[in-house]
Structures are given as C-alpha cells and as structure tokens.
C-alpha cells in the first residue's frame, strides 16, 4: 500500500466519522425539537382566530327569507 492507498484510508475514515457525527447530532436535535411546544408566528394566530371567528359567523347565519316558487299559487295570478 503506497502512500495514495494510505491516505484515502485515512480521508475515508475521517470523511465517515464526520458523517456519523452529523447524523448523531441531527438526531439529537431532532429528540430536542419533538420535546419542545410548537412556536407560530404572530401573522399565523392572527389568521387562524379570523377563519374561527367567520367559521363561528358562518355557523350562526341562516340565509336570505326563501322566495315562493314559480309554480305554487300566488294570489296575484
């Protein structure tokens, strides 16, 4: 093994621990982050309380008055 096959035995195991350092600390943060209570911005609670607040309007409307149909009896015809 010449000096060729000497260093890419050592970048290879340095490249490899570089990555199994990385997905160590990756998955660290992920256990930390799923710990943690969702954060939501301010324009986001805004919007969401408008869409609950017409959500709530829109559950309390009842409609135009019906109109009679075409067809029934009126008393102007």
């Given at each position: 093994?010449?000096?060729y096959g000497?260093?890419?035995?050592?970048?290879?195991?340095?490249?490899g621990g570089?990555?199994?350092?990385?997905?160590?600390?990756?998955?660290?943060?992920?256990?930390?982050?799923?710990?943690?209570?969702?954060?939501?911005?301010?324009?986001?609670?805004?919007?969401?309380?408008?869409?609950?607040?017409?959500?709530?309007?829109?559950?309390?409307?009842?409609?135009?008055?019906?109109?009679?149909?075409?067809?029934?009896?009126?008393?102007n015809s």
């Amino acid at each position: 093994m010449g000096w060729y096959g000497i260093f890419m035995l050592i970048g290879g195991i340095a490249v490899g621990g570089g990555w199994l350092g990385y997905w160590l600390y990756n998955r660290k943060l992920d256990r930390e982050e799923v710990q943690q209570p969702k954060q939501y911005s301010e324009q986001r609670k805004k919007t969401s309380s408008e869409v609950s607040d017409w959500a709530k309007k829109m559950a309390e409307f009842k409609g135009p008055p019906k109109r009679p149909a075409n067809n029934e009896n009126t008393p102007n015809s």
